[in-house]
Nanobody, 122 residues
Framework: VHLTESGGGSVGNGESLKLSCVAS????????MAWFRQRQDNEREGIAVIDSNGLARVAKSVQGRFSISDHINTNTLYLQMNNLSSEDTAIYYCAANTRGFSSFHASHYEYWGQGTQVTVSS
């Protein structure tokens, strides 16, 4: 399984970005997929997860601003991020859990992308 993120970049306060993660080596629709982020000197934080039934959840820290979705036909996972602030500056990772249970814990995910940097300036 290989995961490749894209869509990161530098934006200003209040702007939006949409991250993508293309999965290869397996069928995304059968997995639990998630987005994590890692801010400087912090642990990797789970922020959004979608299970194999399409049930999506987001962390309270990004609720109302971020949403997760997938497109099974193209094996692509998305993270729409709106109203960004400097607190959202981090490296964003997508991850796959092929064992089927939904979780915000990094230890439950077997496969990871290389990450994409998001920088929000005030």
């Amino acid at each position: 399984v290989h995961l490749t993120e894209s869509g990161g970049g530098s934006v200003g306060n209040g702007e939006s970005l949409k991250l993508s993660c293309v999965a290869s080596g397996g069928r995304l629709g059968g997995w639990v997929m998630a987005w994590f982020r890692q801010r400087q000197d912090n642990e990797r934080e789970g922020i959004a997860v979608i299970d194999s039934n399409g049930l999506a959840r987001v962390a309270k820290s990004v609720q109302g601003r971020f949403s997760i979705s997938d497109h099974i036909n193209t094996n692509t996972l998305y993270l729409q991020m709106n109203n960004l602030s400097s607190e959202d500056t981090a490296i964003y990772y997508c991850a796959a859990n092929t064992r089927g249970f939904s979780s915000f814990h990094a230890s439950h995910y077997e496969y990871w992308g290389q990450g994409t940097q998001v920088t929000v300036s005030s």
